[in-house]
């Protein structure tokens, strides 16, 4: 990002991000983009990441964090399924809906790489502290995350109150 580029946002400032050398400026404008359409302030939570915070962070070793092309927000004023579908009129390659309710916006212009839509949320054999280590978790692998895609089932149990059994299921885990 070069002082011109950061002149041409309107509702981040650079200390707002921890890595702001590192952000890519197309993510940024879109982001500006939609903070302006929304009219409602997001919260960062998360934005370009070096390789070795990425793994701290139970980052996947392909993040776009990495090339300072995602960031992490919340908008706590919308319910975040909600603030999924709005983002879902934009041009991000990768949006992704937590389960604690922060969403992931990537920008790639690497036009080999897939678009994503996903759900994330931490691996149910991490609960207690337990976790088994680094690859030998069936169910993460290792990341003690676990994506799945977004499908109408995952949004109907995010806006109700279902019983875990019904999630897990949702979710494929046994």
Not at 13 to 20: G, I, L, S, T
Not at 88 to 105: A, D, R, V
């Amino acid at each position: 990002m070069t002082e011109m580029d950061w002149q041409r946002i309107k509702y981040f400032k650079r200390q707002e991000f921890k890595h702001p050398e590192l952000m890519k400026p197309e993510l940024l404008y879109q982001l500006d983009l939609q903070r302006a359409a929304l009219g409602l302030p997001f919260i960062l939570t998360s934005d370009a990441r070096p390789e070795k915070e990425n793994q701290e962070a139970g980052g996947v070793s392909n993040s776009l964090h990495i090339s300072g092309e995602a960031v992490d927000v919340k908008c706590p004023q919308i319910h975040p399924l909600d603030f999924f579908l709005f983002s879902c009129k934009y041009l991000w390659t990768e949006i992704g809906l937590y389960e604690i309710g922060i969403l992931h916006l990537g920008l790639s212009l690497n036009l080999n790489r897939k678009i994503k839509r996903f759900f994330g949320f931490q691996c149910p054999a991490a609960s207690g502290g337990n976790h088994p280590p680094k690859d030998s978790c069936p169910l993460c692998k290792g990341i003690g995350k676990i994506y799945r895609p977004i499908t109408k089932d995952i949004l109907v149990w995010y806006l109700q109150d279902q019983p875990v059994k019904s999630k897990n299921e949702l979710l494929g885990i046994n």
